[in-house]
């Protein structure tokens, strides 16, 4: 008997073990499920686009969050908006140039905006830069300081 015992108690510590490994299987199989799971909206529809969007969850209504692939900074980015793979420019982690835009019927609204960012030493010259900003955009009005790591 005690034979017997020995022989079922290995079976079933084989079977539990088994079903944790299974269990383990179907739970990364639902995670990857999810993960491959992508809203249905232009901004994860264009190839481009998508390796910009942090998640597929919208973060506000209406918007997911972009992160830049210098990894300088987040925005806000339209779930109907689409990154120009044509006139993307980065360098390493201090440039990046690129054109975003979006065109809804619904709203009969469409814009497009051009988006440099820029870490170097040039840029740490704040009077010369909001000049040439007022300059080039024609704008007069008080501009406020913003200081985050």
Do not use: H, W
């Not at 022989?7 to 079933?12: A, L, P, S, V, Y």
């Not at 639902?30 to 249905?40: C, E, H, I, L, Y």
């Not at 009969?108 to 000049?131: A, F, M, P, W």
């Amino acid at each position: 008997m005690k034979k017997y015992a020995g022989i079922i108690f290995f079976m079933m510590i084989s079977l539990i073990l088994s079903g944790c490994e299974l269990a383990v299987q179907d739970g990364e199989k639902d995670n990857q499920v999810s993960a491959n799971k992508t809203p249905d909206t232009r901004a994860f529809n264009d190839e481009f686009t998508k390796e910009f969007m942090d998640s597929p969850k919208d973060i506000e209504n209406g918007y997911y969050l972009f992160r830049s692939k210098t990894n300088g900074y987040t925005m806000l980015f339209p779930v109907e908006g689409k990154v120009s793979d044509f006139g993307y420019e980065r360098n390493k982690d201090f440039y990046e140039k690129l054109y975003i835009g979006e065109a809804t019927k619904e709203k009969n609204i469409s814009y497009n905006i051009s988006l440099t960012y820029e870490e170097r030493e040039v840029t740490n010259d704040i009077d010369s830069n909001i000049y040439l900003l007022s300059t080039i955009g024609k704008y007069d009005g008080e501009f406020k300081k913003i200081e985050d790591k």
